[in-house]
């Protein structure tokens, strides 16, 4: 078992990363000054499989514990599900000590963290994220958000957890797909932080994709080191945190120009990164081997490269849209060198097109 400790300064809580993480759940939950009564949210996929044991470990702590399930995906990241998660916590008469916890992927932590930040103005959060890119991405980091029908993520807040707890046999039930989209992001930090890194992913491959526990505890272990580390430095994202977002301008713009649904998230910023790669290879900042590092990796993992369904003017247009985006300036984030990033805006419209045209 190992641990990430994220350190805000004014607040800081401990992720534990292994596997038979029961112990140290009810350990947590008995310390901490808790109400008796526990929310546990899932979806149908993970509280099926996982959400009876949690529930049975709650209670024999001595919890009054309750689950709600909703249907799994993007769909119930809205106000409206938020709203039924409210009426329940009000029904069971949670109070501003009862924690809340969140058993899932991204969707659930998100939409339970966003429950857990507003009901009764914020009361304890607790994560067990479930895919590979909850537990390195979503999990970490304290931004939660519900989605509005205009936009993805627009209503939310920053709001730290108390605690999370990653179990890694949990991962042996997650769809491939899904692993490769942890994968993306992961591949991202190697990127944007730590060339050793990257160069661990590229000689362990296959031990990562055959989901070896030793390899896979570092390799989520070091994302979630990273992502804490540009997170406690630039917590509401005003400067440093903009490096996570590398791959991120295009991929949005793919994600919206194919409504969502031919791409997962971790399969647009595959495509984003290699994009990004392109264009700071077109502008001189790395060499074209540095481009095929990239492709390779992303290869390897079974990741895309271009995407289908997409136009150069379609995306284009889609990248000023983005929340990013300030004052109609894309700001880009692009590659130095293998491990270090630089964010770059006015870039001309031309070379930007012309690399959308090469990931299309
Ligand atoms: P998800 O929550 O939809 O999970 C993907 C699928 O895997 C779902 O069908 C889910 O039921 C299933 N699943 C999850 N864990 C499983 C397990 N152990 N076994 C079997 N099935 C399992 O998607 P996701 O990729 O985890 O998260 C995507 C969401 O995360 C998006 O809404 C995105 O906006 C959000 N996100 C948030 C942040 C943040 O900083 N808050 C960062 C990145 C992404
Ligand atoms: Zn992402």
Known sequence: MCKVMVDLGTESYEILIGTKLTENIRTFVLQASFSKTVLVISDNNVGTLYGNALLDLLKQAGFQAEIIFVVPGESSKSLTVADGIYTKAIELGLDRKSPIVALGGGVVGDLAGFVAATYMRGVPFIQIPTSLLAQVDS?????????????????????????????????????????YTGLAEIIKYGIIYDQDFFSYLDQHAKKILALESTVLAHIIHRSCEIKAEVVSQDEKESGLRIILNFGHTLAHAIESETNYEVYNHGEAVAIGMYGAARLSWKLGLIHSTDVELVKNMLEKFHLPIKAQQCTVDGLFKSIFHDKKAVNGKVKWVLIESIGKVRTMTDIADDLVKEVMSEII
């Open 139 to 179: 999990s970490v980091g304290g931004k939660v958000a519900v989605n509005h029908r205009l936009g993805k993520n627009l209503i939310g807040a920053f709001y730290q957890p108390s605690a999370v707890f990653m179990d890694l046999d949990m991962l042996k039930t997650l769809p491939n797909r899904e692993i």
